[in-house]
């Protein structure tokens, strides 16, 4: 099997402008999106789960990484692409949802969380313990001795792991690792007021790569460090409430030269969000392997059900008992239990009222697997089942529109909100050059 992720290090190396973006998400019409749009477009897909989404408890999806796979394997058979073609990783692992509890049992729980990914077949494991657990000092910044030794200890879990999976499968590959965080924590910035985001300096940057180098030789898996590609670092990019900190490659200029001493590592860039097509292109270019996007993709997902949603409510309006009413099901649904977003939305009730439906940060992610939702979007599709109306079509998805009556695009209401999706994947597409990975 093809090693995806180490070509594109090596085409990296080679001065070559090629990266691969990484679908994270746990939504099951966006990544049947993706698959889709990767069938179509001949390129491989990298899919990602994040802690918080997939955990030896379920997380916020409900699935396990074992769960994860077989939603993955399943979507695979659904669309026709190929699982050889699909990268499958685990972002953020570590003490990320176990920080309530003393280093003890945070890193108990993180040692079960990385086995049961790489167990499950997951091949690329960021290792993620730059946040503090109940016994840190709150007062202290974490040093990169801490947080390497952390992350050495999980290095050697993930080892031990893979050949546990070599047992059951002699052809399972090994995963490779991306170490370091500096980047907004998953799921967006709670901040009230935004403060900007500064760019990694390249001390910092080299000082984590040697201490996670020598905490994986002090750990006895030095052979790991072998199979480590990436280091996340801040480029200067981070997706907010009004849209996104746009990369300035100006001020990244010392940072993306750095990694050039270096001649198996690229950076992995996390929040990439609504970048431009032109500035993701830099990114990579610059050095970014890697580009992660995840609220953007469900943002696009939003945009094309509200799309049909707000048709719906055009075609039924004599008739409003035919209608699911999608749009209210899942403020309703939010104001219930308001969790996932109460500590993100700022400003005076109107303005956390349009942030609800419409904000960047797009927390009514967390919302769609709501049965009440899952329910009025099946009835959603239902109610277009036949197609949607050409006139609404027209009005709310123009793009849509003009493919479907140039004959390239069926006019079915998933396939539709399929395409708005491919979209938001064809910037990325773009900017990755992917093709050239095979």
């Known amino acids: 099997m093809k090693d995806y992720m180490k070509e594109m290090v090596k085409l990296q190396k080679e001065g070559k402008s090629v990266g691969i973006y990484s679908a994270c998400t746990g939504n099951a019409l966006v990544l049947e999106a993706c698959m889709r749009h990767a069938v179509k477009t001949d390129t491989v897909l990298l899919i990602e789960a994040t802690a918080n989404q997939v955990d030896q408890y379920g997380g916020y999806t409900g699935m396990k990484p074992k769960d994860f796979m077989a939603m993955i394997h399943s979507l695979s058979d659904k669309t026709g692409l190929s699982m050889d073609r699909i990268i499958l990783g685990g972002d953020h692992l570590g003490p990320l949802t176990f920080s309530q509890y003393d280093e003890k049992k945070a890193m108990e729980e993180s040692r079960e969380l990385i086995r049961q990914y790489v167990e499950a077949g997951f091949t690329k494991i960021h290792i993620d313990t730059s946040m503090k657990v109940a016994s840190d000092d709150p007062d202290i910044r974490l040093s990169d001795e801490v947080i390497s030794r952390r992350g050495a200890e999980l290095a050697k879990v993930a080892e031990e792991a893979y050949e546990e999976l070599l047992k059951k499968d002699p052809d399972a590959k090994h995963p490779v690792y991306i170490v370091g ?201 239902e109610n277009f089942k036949d197609g949607v109306p050409l006139n609404l079509l027209s009005q709310f998805m123009p793009i849509q529109y003009t493919k479907v009556r140039e004959g390239i695009l069926n006019n079915d209401p998933k396939e539709l909100v399929f395409d708005r999706v491919a979209y938001t994947i064809d910037e990325y597409l773009y900017a990755t050059d992917q093709g050239k990975l095979g």
């Open 181 to 381: 965080s500096e980047v907004p924590i998953p799921g967006g910035s709670q901040d009230v007021v935004d403060t900007g985001v500064s760019v990694t300096k390249v001390s910092d940057f080299k000082a984590t790569v040697k201490a996670f180098q020598d905490a994986f030789s002090k750990e006895g898996v030095s052979k790991a460090w072998d199979y480590v590609i990436g280091v996340v670092v801040q480029p200067g990019v981070e997706e907010k409430d009004a849209g996104c900190t746009e990369y300035d490659r100006s001020k990244a200029t010392e940072l993306m030269a750095s990694i050039k001493e270096f001649p198996n590592l690229v950076f992995e860039g996390h929040s990439t969000d609504y970048q431009t097509k032109i500035k993701l292109k830099e990114l990579v270019e610059d050095g970014v392997g890697i580009l992660k996007v995840g609220p953007g993709l469900t943002f696009a997902l939003r945009e094309g059900l509200f799309s049909l949603a707000y048709a719906e409510k055009e075609l039924y309006a004599s008739e409003p008992k035919k209608q699911s009413f999608l749009m209210e099901t899942l403020d309703a649904a939010m104001r219930k239990d308001p969790k996932y977003y109460k500590n993100h939305y700022h400003g005076s009730e109107s303005e956390i009222d349009l942030k609800r439906k419409y904000s960047f940060s797009d927390r009514c992610r967390y919302y769609l697997p709501d049965k009440d939702v899952q329910d009025s979007l099946d009835r959603l599709f």
